[in-house]
Nanobody, 128 residues
Framework: QVQLVESGGGLVQAGGSLRLSCAAS????????MGWFRQAPGKEREFVAA????????DYVDSVKGRFTISRDNAKNTVYQLMNSLKLEDTAVYYC?????????????????????WGQGTQVTVSS
């Protein structure tokens, strides 16, 4: 069973940057597609970004394209999300997710149903 622990959240002014990290336990990390999701107060959880296990394929929700970058270091069992030019509407709890079932090297799913391990979340608050 993969366990995920997010870190790097916090309070930042609009226009600022944060880098989230997600440390994974387990021997299968290098074969897991990984994703970031977020949930703002009163809203449903939404997809933010995903990366295939090879790191060769990424996908982003339109609202963060050009501002967020997902990456991974399989040697460190860690996935990252660099968030630049943060906006007030980026305020949310950010969750890391892993797809532990086998998938192709290009597979980076955006649907939450395709992931089967979740972290506890880290709060990101963007202030004006």
């Amino acid at each position: 069973q993969v366990q995920l622990v997010e870190s790097g959240g916090g309070l930042v002014q609009a226009g600022g940057s944060l880098r989230l990290s997600c440390a994974a336990s387990g021997r299968t990390f290098s074969s897991n597609a990984m994703g970031w999701f977020r949930q703002a107060p009163g809203k449903e959880r939404e997809f933010v970004a995903a990366i295939s296990w090879s790191g060769g394929s990424m996908d982003y929700v339109d609202s963060v394209k050009g501002r967020f970058t997902i990456s991974r270091d399989n040697a460190k069992n860690t996935v990252y999300q660099l968030m630049n030019s943060l906006k007030l509407e980026d305020t949310a709890v950010y969750y890391c997710a892993a797809r532990t079932r086998s998938s192709s090297s290009w597979y980076a799913p955006s649907g939450s149903l395709y992931y089967d391990a979740w972290g506890q979340g880290t709060q990101v608050t963007v202030s004006s």
